[in-house]
C-alpha cells in the first residue's frame, strides 16, 4: 500500500455514506427533496438554502466504476440504443437506472427537479435531458456562457444571475418551500471556507517532498468537497484534513519514503483500474503535484472564492470562470503551464479519455505546446474514465516506464 | 441546368475556395469570416461587408497528415479535417473563424486554430442552451453586439443598422426560395432529386447572398422545365447530419437504392429560420429574438419548451415520410446522444428507421447499399 490511509479517508468515507443515507432518506420518505445537478461549476449553494439534497449522476458514475460495476450498466444502455462512442459516464448511470441497480444498493430518489447547470460539457445537457425524459421530471438548463474570453461579461454575470432567480422561483413553486436567504448567505460562507482550506492544501503540494498525491489523494478529497462543500460537515472535513497534511508536512512526509519524480496530471482518471493505474507511478516515486482533474468542482488555487456578501454574483462567478470546464482549452494550457512552474514539476501527464471530448478532444495539441514551445517532457496514454474495455494495462505500463526511465536518465544528464 | 449543377458541385468540393479568393480579389478592402456549423448569424458579417464563408470540414479533398494527432482517436473527422486545412494553408484567404457551442469538440478546436494561426481573428459566440429563460433574448443580443464591435475593429468600419437590416431582407429571401424549393422537393422528389438541392444550397455556403440567390432562382426555373416520371419509392426523412457531411456519392445512393429524401438536415444553417426575420425595428434583437423563437429544430439547439423527439416525429407527419434514417457521421456526439431519445419516440410511433454511420471521406459504400437496399424492400412488401 502506498497512499496515505489516516483519518482523511475514514471520514470521507462516512461522509459518502452519510450523504447517500440522506438519498436514501429522501427516496423511502419524500424528504428532503431531491434535486439533480451536475458536479461542475454547480449552484449547489441555492439547494441548500431550501434544504434540498443534490444527486448528482457523475458521483453514482465514478462510484460503479470504481467498485468494477460499471461494464453491465453500460452494455445495457448500448442495448437501449447508446452508441459505444457516448460519454461512459451517461451510460453508466443510464443503464444502472434501467437495470435498476445503484452503486450502495439504496435507493436513489425521484428529484423534483432535473436542474442542469451547463458549465461547457455539451453531454451535460444531453444527460439531464434524457434523465428528466426516463423519470419524468421537469428539467431546467441553467445555461452558463461559455468563457471565451479572460474574464466573464457583465451580460454572461447578468444572464446567470437572471437564471438563479429563475430556479429559486421553480424551486418554490415545485416544492412550495420558502427560499432562504439566511441559509442561502450561510451556503455560502461554508463554499467560501472550504475552498480557502481546499486551496492551501493544494498549496501544501508546492513544497518537496509533497505531503500528499494532488491527483491519486485529491480524488478521495473530491468526494466531501461534491457532496458537502456547501455544508458545516465540509468546513469541519477539510479543517481536519488541513492540519493532518501540514502536520505531515511538517515532519516532511511526503507519499513515499523517497519522492523521485514531480508530475502534474492532465485528465481524469481510469476508475475502473484506479489502483493498478496508480501503482504504476508508486512504482516511480512519482507524485502528482497538481492535476487539472482536481479542479472540475472549482478552481479555487489561484483565488477566487464565494462570498456571502454577494451570494447571487459569486454563485455566477463561480459557474463562469472557475471551474475547469466553462473554461477554454488555452486557458487548460495556461494553468498546467502555471502547475509545471509553481508547483516544480518535472513532466506532464497527459491522460487522454475516450468519453470525454471535453477533456481529450485536442490533447495532442496540449502535448505539443508542452513538448515544442515550452520543453517539458511529457507522456500521452489513452483509456477510459468508466469503461473498463479501454484500458491497455501492459500497453499503458511500458509507456510510462519508458517515460520515467527517460525522465531520470534527463535528471541524471543534468545533475553531472 | 446540369451545367448549374455541376458548378454548384465544383463549387463544394473546391479546398481552394476559389469563389473566396476571387471575391477577396474583387473587394480589396474586403476580409472573409469562415463559420463551423451549424448555424451563425451571417447577417452580422455580410452587413461589416465581409463574406460569410460556411465551412464544412474538407470533405475527401484532404489526406490527414499533421491533425489526425493533434485530436487523437474516437474524434469526428470534420474537427480534424477542419484543423487540417488550417495546418496546410488552406485557410490562407479567410481572415476569422467563427465557432459557436455546438459540442464540445468543436469548442476545442476553436482554441486549437486560436493557437496555431495567433494572426486570424478567433471568436466563439456562446448561443443559449436555456431559450425558454426571459434573460437569454438580452444575453443573446449582447452576444451578437459584441461580435459586431470585433468584426467593426476588424473592417476599421461601422456597421449601420440600416446595413443590417438590409442584409437581413436579402438572407430573409435567399431562406425563403430555399423553404420554397424544399417543400417542392417534398411535393415532388422525383422532380428535385436530393443531391441536387444538397449541391444547390450548400454552394451559397461559398457565394455573396445576392450571387447565390440569383441562382437558385435559375434553378428554380429549370426545375420547373424538367420532363420528370415518379419513380418507385418510398419517402424518407434524413436527420442526424447537421455538420460533418456526408459525401455526395452516399446521398445518390440513397436515392438509388429507392428513396424519396423528403426532408433531411444537411447544411441546416442555410435554411436556419422557419419564418422571416424581422427587418424593421432593431437589428440586433430581431436576429436575437429569431433564434430564439423561430429557428428550426436541430440536434445542437436546446429548447426546454419541446423535446426533439416529438419535434421529430411532427417532421415526419408534415413531409408524410414513411420512414426516417439516421445518418450519423462517426463520433459525433450530439447526434448519438439524440438518436437514443428519437429511436424511443419512432418505436412508440411505430415508424420504421435506420441507422447508419458514414465519415466525410469515406467513398465505398458497398455495406450501406446493402442495408438501405434491405431496408427499402422490407418497407416495400409491408
Ligand atoms: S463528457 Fe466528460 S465532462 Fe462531460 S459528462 Fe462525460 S465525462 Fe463528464
Ligand atoms: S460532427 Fe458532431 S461531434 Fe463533430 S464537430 Fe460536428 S457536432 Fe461536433
Given amino acids: 500500500m502506498t497512499e496515505y490511509r489516516g483519518w482523511i479517508h475514514q471520514r470521507q468515507k462516512e461522509l459518502m455514506q452519510q450523504w447517500y443515507a440522506r438519498l436514501d432518506e429522501s427516496a423511502r420518505t419524500g424528504w428532503p427533496p431531491a434535486v439533480c445537478l451536475m458536479i461542475s461549476g454547480n449552484c449547489v449553494e441555492v439547494l441548500e438554502a431550501f434544504g434540498i439534497v443534490p444527486i448528482y449522476p457523475e458521483v453514482n458514475a465514478l462510484q460503479l466504476a470504481i467498485r468494477h460495476q460499471s461494464l453491465e450498466p453500460i452494455l445495457t444502455a448500448e442495448e437501449f440504443g447508446y452508441a459505444t462512442d457516448n460519454c461512459a459516464y451517461v451510460k453508466a448511470d443510464i443503464g444502472a437506472y434501467l437495470m435498476g441497480v445503484t452503486p450502495t444498493g439504496g435507493k436513489l430518489p425521484r428529484p423534483v427537479l432535473v436542474l442542469c447547470n451547463f458549465v461547457g460539457c455539451n453531454t451535460y445537457i444531453k444527460w439531464f435531458e434524457h434523465v428528466a425524459a426516463f423519470l419524468e421530471a421537469p428539467l431546467y438548463v441553467l445555461d452558463v456562457p461559455f468563457l471565451r474570453s479572460e474574464e466573464p461579461s457583465p451580460a454572461d454575470v447578468a444572464y446567470v444571475v437572471a437564471q438563479l432567480h429563475e430556479v429559486v422561483q421553480r424551486i418554490e413553486e415545485i416544492t412550495g418551500l420558502r427560499f432562504d436567504m439566511d441559509r442561502f448567505r450561510e451556503a455560502v460562507r461554508c463554499s467560501q471556507q472550504v475552498e480557502e482550506l481546499w486551496s492551501r492544501i493544494k498549496h501544501l503540494a508546492q513544497r518537496a517532498p509533497s505531503p500528499f498525491d494532488a491527483y491519486f489523494d485529491a480524488i478521495t478529497l473530491m468526494g466531501p468537497l461534491y457532496v458537502h462543500r456547501a455544508r458545516p460537515e465540509g468546513v469541519e472535513f477539510f479543517r481536519l484534513a488541513l492540519a493532518e497534511l501540514e502536520a505531515k508536512a511538517a515532519r516532511g512526509e511526503g507519499v513515499y519514503d523517497r519522492e523521485d519524480f514531480r508530475v502534474v496530471i492532465e485528465g481524469p482518471p481510469p476508475y475502473p483500474y484506479f489502483r493498478v493505474f496508480r501503482d504504476m507511478f508508486a512504482r516511480w516515486r512519482a507524485t502528482a503535484v497538481a492535476s487539472t482533474y482536481s479542479t472540475v468542482g472549482g478552481l479555487w488555487e489561484f483565488g477566487f472564492r464565494h462570498d456571502p456578501e454577494k451570494p447571487f454574483e459569486t454563485v455566477a462567478l463561480h459557474m463562469l470562470a472557475h471551474n475547469l470546464t466553462n473554461r477554454s482549452y488555452l486557458q487548460r494550457y495556461d494553468q498546467i503551464r502555471r502547475y509545471v512552474q509553481q508547483w516544480h514539476a518535472d513532466g506532464v501527464i497527459i491522460h487522454f479519455v475516450k468519453s470525454c471530448r471535453l477533456f481529450s478532444a485536442g490533447q495532442g495539441d496540449m502535448r505539443d505546446y508542452f513538448t515544442k514551445v515550452l520543453g517539458v517532457p511529457t507522456l500521452y496514454i489513452e483509456s477510459d474514465l468508466e469503461d473498463p474495455r479501454y484500458f491497455a494495462e501492459a500497453q499503458i505500463r511500458n509507456r510510462v516506464d519508458a517515460f520515467f526511465e527517460a525522465l531520470e536518465r534527463h535528471k541524471h544528464a543534468i545533475a553531472m | ?382
Avoid at chain 2, 26 to 44: S, T, W
Avoid at chain 2, 99 to 117: G, M, P, T
Avoid at chain 2, 181 to 195: G, T, V
Avoid at chain 2, 238 to 247: G, I, K, T
Fill in chain 2, 1 to 382: 441546368m446540369d451545367e448549374l449543377l455541376r458548378r454548384c458541385e465544383e463549387i463544394i468540393r473546391d479546398v481552394n475556395f476559389t469563389t473566396v479568393r476571387r471575391w477577396k480579389a474583387e473587394h480589396p478592402d474586403g476580409k472573409a469570416i469562415a463559420y463551423f456549423p451549424v448555424y451563425a448569424p451571417v447577417e452580422v458579417i455580410a452587413a461589416a461587408e465581409m463574406l460569410p464563408v460556411g465551412l464544412h470540414g474538407a470533405g475527401d479533398q484532404l489526406e490527414l497528415q499533421h491533425a489526425d494527432a493533434r485530436f487523437g482517436s474516437f474524434i469526428c473527422s470534420i474537427v480534424k479535417t477542419t484543423l487540417e486545412l488550417g495546418l496546410t494553408g488552406h485557410l490562407a484567404p479567410f481572415d476569422g473563424l467563427l465557432f459557436s457551442s455546438i459540442c464540445d469538440s468543436a469548442r476545442n478546436l476553436c482554441f486549437v486554430l486560436k493557437r496555431n494561426f495567433p494572426q486570424l481573428y478567433v471568436d466563439f459566440l456562446h448561443l443559449p442552451h436555456n431559450v425558454a429563460s426571459a434573460s437569454s433574448r438580452e444575453f443573446l443580443r449582447s452576444e451578437y453586439a459584441r461580435l459586431k464591435a470585433a468584426l467593426e475593429r476588424l473592417a476599421e468600419r461601422r456597421i449601420e443598422d440600416e446595413q443590417l437590416r438590409e442584409m437581413i431582407v436579402r438572407y430573409n429571401e435567399n431562406r425563403r426560395l430555399i423553404r420554397r424549393l424544399y417543400e417542392w422537393r417534398a411535393e415532388e422528389p422525383h422532380r428535385i432529386r436530393a443531391w441536387e438541392l444538397y449541391v444547390l444550397v450548400r454552394a451559397g455556403n461559398f457565394l455573396p447572398v445576392e450571387e447565390h440567390t440569383a441562382l437558385l432562382r435559375q434553378a428554380q426555373e429549370g426545375f420547373a422545365r424538367r420532363q420528370a416520371k415518379p419513380r418507385d419509392s418510398i419517402r424518407v426523412l434524413v436527420e442526424s447530419a447537421f455538420c460533418e457531411q456526408p459525401p455526395l456519392g452516399l446521398i445518390r445512393l440513397l436515392e438509388e437504392a429507392g428513396c424519396y429524401i423528403v426532408e433531411e438536415d444537411f447544411t441546416l444553417g442555410r435554411r436556419w429560420f422557419s419564418e422571416d426575420i424581422p427587418a424593421s425595428g432593431d437589428p440586433l434583437w430581431a436576429l436575437a429574438e429569431s433564434y430564439l423563437e423561430r429557428s428550426v429544430v436541430s440536434s445542437v439547439r436546446h429548447d426546454g419548451r419541446r423535446p426533439r423527439s416529438r419535434a421529430l416525429i411532427e417532421k415526419v407527419r408534415a413531409r408524410r415520410a414513411q420512414a426516417v434514417i439516421f445518418l450519423i457521421a462517426k463520433f459525433c456526439e450530439p447526434a448519438y446522444f439524440d438518436y437514443v431519445l428519437f429511436k424511443r419516440e419512432l418505436e412508440r410511433e411505430g415508424i420504421p428507421h435506420l441507422l447508419l454511420e458514414f465519415e466525410e471521406k469515406m467513398y465505398t459504400f458497398e455495406r450501406l447499399q446493402t442495408e438501405v437496399e434491405t431496408f427499402v424492400e422490407a418497407l416495400f412488401f409491408e
